[in-house]
């Protein structure tokens, strides 16, 4: 066995343990008391700042809710004391450290980027003033645009561009509930919002304002009939908001909606594909 296999296996092992671990104190707090379990909860936030752990994985074509990382992180409030920064003429009261070692990372962090300690933030990603949450995990060569939020436990994936003001939705609880995640490759336009678990899958293009949640329609208006998706976006699309009509006992009115009008061309590369898309469906970013 190469010294590759024994790291991985040693590592899964210590992963157990700490999973072990965090199930116990979450049945029973009272054990957070016990350096055991608080250093465990501690272990689990520091794997899930470095990117070893985190609160939800690909498996496949499909992604797996860490349950118990979640759980850890929630615990990892409770056992945090309060405290005082002062940068003058600002001054910060809160439980959450902060990121730091911006250069050792190789992230780029453009004042006044805020990142908190229990997120991953990885490698050629360029954070401009943003906010990024404890659990979140950005992949390399992202970048996160002015006012843009990365709300705790979302998932971004490598080579994304969340422009300005977009807003990715947190979700610590339940704990079942999965988080937003934006696959490789997306590009979301200004002031657009993805909350409530929504998957972006790969490569797809959200145009500005476009507002998704579970219950919001997602529409193929691109072949002859509808075809109607709720809670992610197809691979490659080109999103832009819309609205459809709904009843109510009052009436019929007009509700938001997303609009599928096309796809991404295979045979341009990624940056050209981007251009290429906002330019032939007159999408606004």
């Known amino acids: 066995m190469v010294v590759k296999d024994v790291l991985l296996m040693f590592a899964k092992k210590l992963s157990m343990s700490l999973q072990n671990l965090i199930i116990e104190a979450w049945s029973n707090r009272d054990l957070l008391k016990e350096a055991t379990y608080s250093d465990a909860v501690r272990a689990v936030i520091e794997d899930v700042d470095k990117g070893r752990l985190r609160v939800a994985s690909p498996e496949g074509d499909k992604w797996v809710v860490n349950e118990w990382v979640k759980q850890a992180i929630l615990m990892y409030f409770g056992i945090q004391q309060m405290q005082t920064w002062e940068l003058p003429p600002f001054e910060f009261y809160d439980k959450m450290l902060l990121k730091s070692n911006y250069k050792e990372l190789g992230v780029r962090a453009v004042p006044p980027a805020v990142a908190r300690y229990g ?48 807003g990715i939705g947190g979700v610590l609880e339940p704990l079942q509930a999965s988080p937003v995640i934006i696959e490789d490759g997306c590009f979301l336009g200004s002031r657009s919002i993805v909350v409530e678990g929504v998957i972006v899958e790969k490569e797809a293009v959200l145009g500005a304002n476009v507002v998704l949640t579970q219950s919001t329609k997602i529409i193929d208006v691109s072949g002859s009939t509808p075809v109607e998706y709720t809670g992610r976006v197809p691979a490659r699309s080109v999103v832009i908001p819309g609205t459809t009509t709904k009843k109510f006992n009052a009436g019929e009115y007009q509700v938001n909606c997303a609009l599928i009008i096309g796809q991404r061309k295979a045979s341009t590369d990624l940056k050209t594909s981007l251009n290429d898309a906002l330019r032939d469906f007159n999408v606004s970013v």
Do not use: R
Not at 137 to 166: E, F, N, P, R
């Open 119 to 166: 997120s991953y933030i990885a490698s050629s990603v360029v954070l401009m003033p943003s906010y990024v949450n404890i659990g979140a995990y950005v992949d390399a060569g992202t970048m996160v645009d002015t006012w843009a939020t990365v709300g705790s436990c979302a998932q971004i994936g490598k080579g994304v561009h969340l422009s300005g003001g977009v």
